[in-house]
């Protein structure tokens, strides 16, 4: 095995003064010598300076560019860091091979898959490709699709994917996350061999197939792995806590020869599980490299003493972890809008009494944080769940704070949430030709031809709904679409009853029971989260007096029909609003941290698993470390579930576990008029 001799310090410096860019912990890693790697970065801790820092010195120390293997979780990492280690070294560094995982298997694939039974010159189906394949397939094995819902690609595929990316079988996923697929268990496993077999009979791999395909080739083949393992001298990994277990097989088998493997991640921020993400990956490399050394990043260079104080509180409670102290490199203070120094604050903890003062406190803190001289462009408002963020993005909307949403489509944008509020509108009025037309499309085997024809009836009638009940537009209808479209007729019955008129959550309640759940279950692989979605409108509808006047609210708002993700002018600052698992590898100066209430956050879904309450408070470790200099945590104290009920709520258990000292607890008035002043310290 070659040793790579270390130059002198002097040496090194004429041509990169490491020391001046880097702190000791940096530069222990970037000097470190061969063998085996693992360094456990903290957030804001500057692993990606690191990273760039080994690769120049490495390629200083004599190290060929080409023999040097670099995987990143994007591409645009890896250019960004290249590009970097071109401007230190000063030389031409575009032999390195960077990138994804997906993007070196297929440029080795390119090479080698006629081994695997593949022409090289295969196609990659992306993932509308192979949904269409996989609904193609669902017709080749004869499932009537007449008797029963089947799920749809997007479904299929989501489960395809996890049992390739946890290297599981797919009986195992269905039990595990689309239990309510278990009875279809059988026909999902010849949907899934079909699939395999048209794939390699036409040519084609999917983004899956590029990982399980270039592990089978390098596990099969002596002469190729030991080709590539030979020609690789040192192998670098990125965020190593998000690699699944095929893409930690990999890089074992890549750096098999000379086992120069430098892996960087931080255990504390593994929050993707629900991808496939291997927590395991990052703990057990020690066994997988007995000689490995191990350094940490700790010194962070985003937040204020009292932020990370905070969230090294939180983190120490998760038992499964390697033990790290972030340590500020800032001082405890911050500048004002005037210049001015400004001691730095404590996060802060506000229980609110409900969502609505929850989202009318955090739009009118912002509006305050804003005049103390942090743009909005410097806020952000992050959730554990995308329905979290439904009444702030009104009131926001109200008062005209500008924002954009990282997490997805604004909240009543959503397919899901159009679809159950187009289903109230027939009632509501008749007369809506969108809502009619969205309506009935819901329908298997009723698309635009047959939409139109039945609008054309609907709108020639003198009072629509009662014809409908009536069976007056049944031979419109396809003979195939008879039966969803008489369940369709009977939910519009009952929908158009005085009482569940006046009461818009009963509505949305029958819409999930008659059929639109079950729906949800086979169209969408993220079903949980878009019933939850639909739960939460029905508590938002259940403040209004009638379905009429919720459709009115919403219709005023201008969000329904709204077609840019962007509120307010294209040049102005916008509030960012985003899920927490969007936001990793973000930072804002202002952060405000919502529905922080046990059950929501740690979301109760995830604790079903037994991991998964560390990982919701890894997950809320990532959020609390996002923020810069001012940190809000908000929950409500109540949440209605109807009008005459409420549930009253914990304060999460990340907040409760937590010593008192670490922050101020806020009290809030309530019903104070805009622009007051609207809390003070405890």
Same mark, same amino acid.
């Given at each position: 095995m070659k040793k790579y001799a270390l130059k002198t310090t002097s040496a090194i410096h004429r041509a990169i003064d490491y020391q001046r860019y880097l702190n000791e912990e940096q530069w222990a890693v970037v000097s470190a010598g061969s063998g085996p790697l693992l360094v456990i970065a903290g957030a804001g801790s500057g692993k990606t300076r690191t990273l760039t820092y080994r690769v120049a010195r490495l390629m200083e120390l004599g190290v060929p560019p080409e023999r040097i293997l670099l995987l990143t979780f994007t591409n645009r990492a890896a250019r960004e860091m290249i590009h970097r280690v071109e401007l230190l070294v000063k030389q031409d560094v575009q032999k390195i091979w960077g990138g994804t995982f997906h993007h070196v298997a297929n440029l080795i694939l390119r090479r080698h898959a006629q081994r695997l039974g593949y022409d090289n010159n295969y196609t990659i189906l992306d993932r509308e490709d192979s949904k269409d394949l996989l609904e193609s397939c669902v017709e080749e094995v004869g499932i009537d699709l007449r008797e029963r819902r089947f799920p749809k690609g997007d479904v299929l595929a989501t489960v395809l994917s996890l049992s390739a990316n946890t290297l599981r079988p797919v009986s195992e996923i269905v039990s595990a996350r689309f239990s309510y697929l278990e009875e279809l268990l059988s026909q999902i496993e010849r949907v899934a061999e079909r699939y395999r077999e048209k794939k390699q009979r036409s040519n084609l791999m999917d983004y899956d197939d590029l990982l399980g395909n270039v592990k089978r080739l390098l596990a099969d083949s002596e002469e190729v792995r030991q080709s590539y393992s030979r020609r690789f001298q040192h192998v670098l990994v990125d965020e190593y806590q998000d690699t699944n277990k095929i893409q930690a097989d990999l890089v074992d088998l890549i750096g098999e020869h000379h086992r120069n493997v430098m892996v960087v991640g931080d255990d504390s921020q593994s929050i993707y599980s629900f991808r496939g993400a291997n927590f395991a990956n990052i703990m057990e490399f020690p066994q997988r490299y007995p000689d490995a050394r191990l350094f940490r990043l700790e010194t962070n260079y985003r937040s204020t003493p009292e932020i990370l104080h905070l969230a090294n509180l939180s983190i120490a409670h998760n038992q499964r972890q390697y033990p790290k102290v972030l340590r500020a490199h800032r001082r405890s203070t911050?500048?004002?809008?005037?210049?001015?120094?400004?001691?730095?604050?404590?996060? @802060?903890?506000?229980?609110?009494?409900?969502?609505?003062?929850?989202?009318?406190?955090? @739009?009118?803190?912002?509006?305050?944080?804003?005049?103390?001289?942090?743009? =909005?462009?410097?806020?952000?408002?992050?959730?554990?769940?995308?329905?979290? %963020? *439904?009444?702030?993005?009104?009131?926001?909307?109200?008062?005209?704070?500008?924002?954009?949403? &990282? &997490?997805?489509?604004?909240?009543?944008?959503?397919?899901? #949430? !159009?679809?159950?509020?187009?289903? *109230?509108?027939?009632? #509501?009025?008749?007369?809506?030709?969108?809502?009619?037309? /969205?309506?009935? !499309?819901?329908?298997?085997?009723?698309?635009?031809?047959?939409?139109?024809?039945?609008? !054309?009836?609907?709108?020639?009638?003198?009072?629509?709904?009662?014809?409908?009940?009536?069976?007056?537009?049944?031979? =419109? #209808?396809?003979?195939? @679409?008879?039966?969803?479209?008489?369940?369709?007729?009977?939910?519009?019955?009952?929908?158009?009853?005085?009482?569940?008129?006046?009461?818009?959550?009963?509505?949305?309640?029958?819409?999930?029971?008659?059929?639109?759940?079950?729906?949800?279950?086979?169209?969408?692989?993220?079903?949980?989260?878009? =019933?939850?979605? =639909?739960?939460?409108?029905?508590?938002?509808?259940? /403040?209004?007096? %009638?379905?009429? &006047?919720?459709?009115?609210?919403?219709?005023?708002?201008?969000?329904?029909? @709204?077609?840019?993700?962007?509120?307010?002018?294209?040049?102005?600052?916008?509030?960012?609003?985003?899920?927490?698992h969007q936001a990793k590898g973000l930072e804002w100066g202002a952060v405000f941290l919502i529905w922080l209430a046990d059950g929501r956050f740690p979301a109760a879904r995830a604790l079903r698993d037994p991991e998964g309450e560390e990982e919701e408070r890894r997950l809320f470790y990532v959020a609390v470390t996002r923020a810069k200099d001012q940190l809000y945590l908000c929950y409500p104290l109540l949440v209605r579930d109807n009008r005459y009920h409420a549930t009253l709520n914990k304060p999460s258990r990340f907040l409760q576990e937590i010593d008192e000292s670490s922050y101020e607890r806020w009290l809030v008035e309530a019903a104070l008029p805009e622009g007051s002043g609207a809390c003070e310290a405890d």
């Open positions: 911050m500048s004002s809008a005037s210049g001015e120094e400004v001691f730095g604050r404590k996060p @802060a903890v506000i229980g609110l009494d409900d969502v609505l003062e929850q989202a009318s406190f955090v @739009a009118q803190r912002i509006l305050e944080v804003r005049d103390e001289g942090i743009p =909005l462009d410097e806020i952000a408002v992050l959730y554990r769940s995308h329905y979290h %963020s *439904m009444e702030l993005q009104m009131e926001l909307t109200r008062r005209g704070i500008p924002f954009t949403i &990282s &997490s997805g489509l604004r909240f009543f944008e959503q397919r899901h #949430v !159009k679809d159950v509020i187009a289903l *109230m509108k027939v009632v #509501v009025n008749p007369r809506d030709e969108i809502g009619w037309k /969205r309506a009935v !499309k819901l329908l298997p085997r009723i698309g635009s031809v047959t939409a139109n024809r039945l609008w !054309k009836a609907v709108s020639a009638s003198p009072d629509p709904v009662r014809d409908l009940v009536q069976h007056a537009f049944d031979a =419109l #209808v396809p003979r195939q @679409a008879s039966g969803p479209w008489q369940d369709f007729v009977t939910l519009i019955d009952l929908m158009k009853e005085p009482e569940l008129l006046r009461e818009p959550q009963e509505m949305i309640r029958l819409i999930l029971k008659f059929g639109y759940q079950q729906y949800l279950q086979t169209r969408f692989d993220n079903y949980e989260a878009r =019933l939850e979605d =639909l739960t939460q409108l029905g508590n938002y509808a259940a /403040r209004f007096e %009638s379905t009429e &006047s919720f459709l009115s609210d919403l219709a005023l708002l201008g969000t329904v029909e @709204a077609e840019d993700v962007i509120m307010g002018p294209e040049d102005d600052e916008r509030v960012r609003l985003t899920t927490v």
